[in-house]
Structures are given as C-alpha cells and as structure tokens.
C-alpha cells in the first residue's frame, strides 16, 4: 500500500496509530508530523485528564483571589482574613472559601499580551499569536489528543478534545496541521444537547439515514486527491459523531438532571461543569477539556449585580460542585477522580487594580493575575507568588522560575502533570518551520519555560 493511502483510515483506526498524522493544508505537499523529543523533561503530576476553565475576558484579581480592599470596595464584598489566603470576598466567592483544601492559588501570572483575541489564542496554544502561522498551530487539547491516541481504549468512543460554550473573540483554537481527528468537538449548553444521545428506539432509522449519506457521498470521502482532504477530515468528524450518538453510555454522559442542574447553578456555565465531570467520570475517551466562562470583560459598571456579582456566582458555585463531585466519584483502585483530573481556573489576563476607571470599570492589565490549580498531583491549600499591596506588581515570584509565570510555563505544567514531553518538536508543517510543543522564545527574551514544579504535592 502506498505511503498515502496510509493514511485513509477509519477514525478509530487513526485514534490508535497516533503517530499517523496528515497537513491542515490542502494543496502542501503531504507530510507526516512525528514528535520528537528535545531536552530531557520530568513529569511532575499523575492527571490523565484536564478540565481547563478559561474566563473569558479576564476576570478581575484585585477583586477574587488576589483581593485588594480599598474604597472602592462594596461593603457586601463581605471581606474577611482567611489563614493562609489572606483578604478573601466571602460575600463572592463563599462556597470557593469553604473549599481552600480542595485547590491552590497562583498570585504570580503574567502575559505578554493585553488584547482579548491575542490574550485567549496564548492561552488555547501556549504560543503568541503569529498571522502567518496561526492557522498550522495546534491547540493545547490537540496536541494532548494527540499524545494520548495511542492510549485509546477499544471502548472509547468519545472525542479525546471537547469544547464548551467557546465563541468569542478567537473562538475553539483547532488542530491546525494535525489531523482533523484532534480537532475540538464542540458543545453548546445553552441549546439542546439531546439530540448527541438519541433514544434508543430513533437508532434504526438513524442508522439508515447515515448508511445512506455515505452511499451519496462516499466517493469524496475517500478520494486520494490531497484537495480532497478537507471531506475526509469532515468525514471523521462525522465518524466521531456517529460513534457518541451509538453508544449507549451517552444518553447519561450528555444529561444534565433538574437536581444537579440546580447544584450547578441553573446556567449554561453550571451544565457545562456537569458535563465535563460526566466526561471525565466516564472515562470513555476524552482527556482534555475546553469550558469557557464568557463576559468577564468589565470596562464599566463592573460592581454592578448583573456583572462581576453574577460572573462570580456562577463560578463560585459551579466550580465548587465540580471539585466536590470529582473528589467524591471514585476509581476502582480507590483514588478519586479528582487525583487524576488536572483542574486549571484563569482568565486571559488580570484588571486594572487600585481605584476605578472614570465609568466604574477596570480595564485590561497584562502585568498580574491569578489562576487557580486542582487535582492532578497538586498540593491543595497553597498560595504561590504575592503582589504589592495594590496587586498592580509582582513582589515575590513564588517559584523556581523566580520570574512571572507565563503562558508558556503554564502549558509546560499542563503537559508534564499529563505526563507529556513537553519539549517535544515536530519538524514536518506546511511553513516548514519546526513546531515546539511549547515556544520558547518570548517577544523579548529567550524564555526558558519551566514546570511550576511547586504547585505539585
């Protein structure tokens, strides 16, 4: 068989080769992206998943986990001293307070970027947005999907890479050169996810329906031709829909109950924390997880109830559940699911701190934030790095790197607790240019991106 008909393999089939993988390009030459491994890396955490929560928009830390009082304080903030946290909002976040065992706070994160669609691309790749390269770049759950093909269980039949609620801005970040296998299957909670879980008794006529399709278009899904890879690609996808829509475990995966929905919070952003922990407790495929909590971006009236108030309620209660229901849920070994799901809570960038803007707001600010880590090998309790007393400056690092933690660091960290080289490359891309799993030259300086090995137990 020829080298390109290789690659004509059922989805399945590419899920376990793994190290198959065709160009995004369609009219490049055909290549084979394989990884290779660069300088020695550890693996720090024991996480097979990872739930990456991104708050869309930049959630203000003056105001959260790093929190600042000031006149500009609500008195309804209800701040208080906690042991080892310091000023917290209880009147925000007190579900979050009762849980301090439960995760660890990072006070010293940086960005280079302070625009939102820049800020959130960093943050889905590990890599600064490039115009020319971009659409080659795989997202962070990508290349984890792609990692962890060769682990596939024969009963997998769920997408290694799911996306929740991701439209703005940049929107779900996909599997640029890799194949459209690892490319993010994407659920929107605010519609009527049903229909991934039909009943059992519409399978039939569904069945039929598909056979059919694949009779109408079953040349274009298996023309050779390189132009043709872009049905081939959609091809798998709807193999991968096919696959969930048949299983019988999907009907409970994609369900959200009237009790646990109130649990949750009653919106779109609590289902998706019921969804994810369904997808991580079934362990039927999917290894990492994009959910994205929208509207953070508080130029004006951020004080008011419809604003940082709502935002903060829903993530409050929403994550505290999901920490609580993954600690709870256990294996067969008797480990918790929670040990081997990598819990990752942060925005693009911070806010403004000090006193309000002009219209009541806080603006973008690149040079502080915070993000919150659990499961996965974390050392839960811990408060790493600290900023001034107005949180507008880093004063103290908190880690080896005795620097800011970048994006860059923050994927390396990812990677090594999912057991991945992260300093693997791949040479063979459409611009010919190597692929470094993590990038390490910053727009300034040669960064040498490192595991925050002390986030870890």
């Known amino acids: 068989m020829s080298r390109f008909e290789d690659h004509f393999l059922t ?38 998943f990872c739930i990456f929560v991104m708050l869309e928009g930049g959630q203000s830390h003056v105001d959260s986990w790093d929190f600042k009082e000031g006149p500009w304080t609500p008195p309804d903030f209800d701040v208080r001293t906690v042991p080892g946290f310091g000023a917290w909002p209880t009147g925000l976040y007190p579900e979050l307070g009762k849980r301090r065992d439960k995760y660890s706070l990072l006070r010293s994160m940086a960005t280079w970027e302070s625009q939102h669609g820049r800020g959130q691309y960093y943050m889905q790749t590990g890599h600064q947005h490039n115009p020319a390269l971009a659409p080659e770049l795989p997202a962070v759950g990508s290349v984890v999907a792609y990692e962890y093909a060769a682990r596939r269980k024969e009963t997998d039949s769920l997408p290694p890479f799911v996306g929740f609620n991701t439209f703005p801005q940049v929107g779900l970040i996909g599997s640029g050169f890799l194949p459209g296998t690892f490319t993010p299957f994407h659920i929107n909670t605010s519609s009527d996810i049903s229909a ?37 690609d959609f091809h798998n996808h709807y193999e991968g829909a096919v696959e969930i829509m048949s299983d019988p475990r999907s009907a409970n995966i ?19 924390f019921v969804l994810a922990r369904n997808l991580v407790i079934a362990d039927a495929g999917t290894h990492f997880i994009f959910l994205t909590h ?14 940082f108030y709502k935002r903060s309620s829903e993530l409050d209660v929403g994550l505290s559940q999901l920490l609580d229901d993954l600690g709870a849920a256990k294996r067969k070994d008797g480990t918790s699911v929670l040990d081997e799901t990598l819990v990752v809570c942060v925005g693009e960038f911070g806010r403004t701190p000090g006193e309000l803007t002009n219209i009541a707001g806080r603006d973008h600010y690149q040079y502080a934030f915070t993000g919150l880590f659990a499961g996965g090998g974390i050392k839960a309790g811990q408060v790493l790095g600290a900023t001034n007393e107005t949180g507008s400056e880093i004063i103290d690092p908190g880690w080896s790197g005795n620097r800011p933690v970048y994006p860059e660091d923050l994927v390396t960290t ?12 791949i040479e063979e891309t459409p611009s010919g240019r190597a692929y470094h799993y993590v990038e390490i030259f910053s727009p300034t300086e040669l960064l040498a991106n490192q595991v925050v090995r002390e986030l870890f137990a």
């Open 254 to 272: 994609f369900r959200v109950g009237p009790e646990e929905r109130q649990r949750y919070g009653s919106n779109p952003v609590g289902d998706s």
């Open 11 to 48: 989805r399945r089939e590419m899920l376990r080769v793994g190290s198959v993988a065709v160009t995004g390009y369609h009219f490049l030459p055909l290549v084979q992206p394989r990884a290779r491994a660069g300088r020695a890396s550890s693996v720090e955490g024991k996480a097979r």
């Open 414 to 425: 990812i990677y090594s607790a999912m057991g991945i080289d992260w300093s693997k490359t």
């Open 196 to 232: 991934i879980a039909p009943k059992r008794q519409d399978l039939p006529g569904f069945q039929r329906r598909w056979e059919l399709l694949k009779q109408f278009d079953g040349r274009v899904r298996t023309d050779p031709a390189l132009e043709k890879k872009a049905f081939r």
């Open 294 to 307: 929208e509207d953070w971006d508080h130029h004006g009236s951020i004080y008011k109830r419809e604003n």
